[in-house]
């Protein structure tokens, strides 16, 4: 393989080039190589790489999906004699929605957006490595393990591919013994399938001003458990969704429970990252979810198996990007295609992936040998169901900006589920990106949460531990903050600490430290980091820049 700029490349690939494989980046990836096995165009290679250590690795959700994508992509899979097909699917049973209380759950009117007939309880993380297989029997190459850092760009300022960070530096930035250069991938489509707020579409959005009519994006962090729990209080293809306790009223969030699988249930808690006030703490929120009546009578006498958490997109239609550049195309959350209202958002991934690779597969059927841009896909997804879709419910999540509250964003948004469906002429805004939404910890009361007991609700590190997440600490730290000291000296007065509750694996910390002026020292533990994208998101100075370490390393999740 020849160097090139002091790493490693490969020869420019005829088709495509995925980075990082979640749902949205394996359906694409499928989608053109069925295409280009069809057209009998066999040696059409596609590329997915993946920073986890294995597909899956790092993917986590509630997860209740509505099978029309997966469905059209392997009509079988789920038949039984379909010796590959997908086995880990329970089907949605009866849905529930409770109004807590701090000890009472009311009963209210399941909106018609969250029934789940016809729908699925799955593993996310069992269900993307599941797809990975199929990916591979197609013939797509799948490289774990390879975390790319940078966004390589032609002369002519189009999209060539990407570049892996290098491997083998020390903690002070010098080579060690163990030191690779980085690789290069080139290919003529990028698709970059991140997830949520990723460190490539980051830079990608910025290059190209992807943003310049669309709103800022807005964002949820989700934490989940999964228990194993006593057979006589296990009721398979159950779901229970909850709003209200224990958020206060001008903090969106709500949570769940599904049961799945054998006596498994999924269980957990999402918090819209705008939420003003900076002593609360979503991870405590979490906790004290727990200890309600109507989780914690379900897993009493049960047995917590994992826990992870991970940011997710809220801002919906209004804040869609662009998302074809020249060279490649934003796929899945990358872009932000989850519908809120409805609580799903796997769909409408896997059907953006299959729209890409459709118009790759055209743009690169052309012959033409110039930069290729993905006209097609910027047009077939405002004419699919996924802009329509998010389309109708654009105002409810931006109504909860009001001076009620929850109350008054639940009057609103029953109002345009059961009455107007999103058939107005206006569209609501959202108010400021996250971070700017925190007040002064002085202007906000003080939130004291509960010793864990052990049983039901744990200390952070003991749940860090469930993640799998693992680092190398001998490497740079991956979450840069450039001055530590100045950092702190700018957010530790005003937000006193925020950092720290905001953080669900107890990455960030301040130390009592007399040397320092403000009496205490800005820490970061990175080989806590579990990668959710938090302290990226709602840094109140945006000071803190969320980048890959090392390929392989973060967590390693298991039913998630």
């Known amino acids: ?183 290069e991938f080139h290919a003529r489509v990028t698709m970059f399938a991140e997830g949520c707020h990723g460190s490539l579409t980051k830079q990608v959005i910025n290059k190209f001003d992807l943003r310049r009519d669309s709103q800022p994006q807005t964002y949820g962090l989700g934490l989940k458990e999964v228990w194993e729990i006593e057979p006589e209080k296990f009721n398979k293809g159950q779901i229970t969704h909850s709003m209200g306790y224990p958020l206060p009223s001008d903090t969106y969030g709500g949570a769940w429970m599904y049961h799945f699988g054998d006596n498994l249930v999924s269980i957990g808690l999402v918090v819209a990252l705008d939420y003003p006030n900076p002593w609360l703490s979503p991870y405590g929120e979490f906790q004290k979810l727990k200890q309600h009546p109507l989780y914690k009578s379900v897993l009493e006498g049960g047995k917590c198996l994992s826990y992870g958490a991970r940011a997710l997109i809220e801002g919906g239609f209004q804040s869609i990007p662009k998302v074809a550049f020249p060279g490649g195309a934003l796929i899945g959350d990358s872009a932000g295609f989850v519908n809120v209202p409805k609580v799903k958002g796997t769909h409408n991934a896997m059907k953006s992936g299959m729209l890409a690779a459709e118009a790759a597969w055209t743009a690169l059927s052309e012959g033409d040998s110039s930069s290729v841009f993905l006209y097609n896909y910027e047009d077939s997804l405002r004419k699919s169901e996924i802009w329509k879709e998010l389309k109708e419910v654009r105002n409810m999540r931006p109504s909860f900006h009001n001076p009620l509250g929850v109350y008054g964003g639940v009057m609103y948004s029953g109002l345009e589920a059961y009455v107007l469906k999103g058939r107005v002429p206006w569209t609501l805004k959202h108010k400021h990106p996250d971070h700017a939404a925190t007040k002064h910890a002085d202007k906000c009361t003080k939130i004291e949460y509960p010793k864990p007991d052990g049983k039901i609700s744990f200390d952070i590190l003991t749940s860090v531990s469930r993640t799998g997440t693992n680092h190398e600490e001998d490497q740079p730290v991956h979450l840069q903050v450039k001055d530590w000291d100045a950092h702190a000296n700018e957010t530790w007065p005003s937000y006193k600490g925020l950092e720290n509750r905001f953080c669900p694996a107890g990455v960030y910390e301040y130390v009592e430290d007399e040397s320092k002026s403000l009496g205490v020292r800005f820490q970061i533990n990175a080989q806590n980091c579990i990668h959710c994208k938090t302290c990226d998101i709602k840094a109140p100075h945006q000071d803190i820049n969320w980048a890959v370490p090392q390929g392989g390393e973060g967590p390693k999740y298991y039913k998630t």
């Open 1 to 183: 393989m020849p160097s090139y700029n002091g790493r490693f490349h490969t020869p420019t690939l005829s088709a495509r080039l995925y980075y990082n494989p979640c749902p949205a980046g394996l359906s694409a990836a499928i989608r053109l190589k069925q295409l280009a096995n069809e057209s009998g165009n066999e040696e059409f290679r596609v590329l997915l790489l993946e920073k986890a250590g294995e597909i899956g690795a790092h993917i986590l959700s509630g997860a209740v999906i509505q099978p029309s994508a997966v469905a059209e992509l392997f009509p079988d899979w789920l038949d039984e004699s379909n010796e590959n097909r997908f086995q880990h699917a329970t089907p949605a049973g009866s849905d529930k929605m409770r109004f807590l209380t701090k000890s009472a759950a009311i009963p209210i009117p399941t909106p018609p957006q969250m029934n789940n007939h016809g729908n699925y309880i799955v593993s996310l993380n069992e269900f993307t490595k599941w797809l990975g297989e199929r990916a591979e029997e197609l013939g797509v190459e799948v490289y774990p393990g390879f975390a790319a850092s940078e966004v390589l760009y032609s002369s002519d300022g189009s999209v060539k591919g990407v570049a892996t960070n290098d491997l083998g530096i020390g903690r002070d930035g010098k080579p060690k013994d163990s030191f690779e250069r980085g690789m």
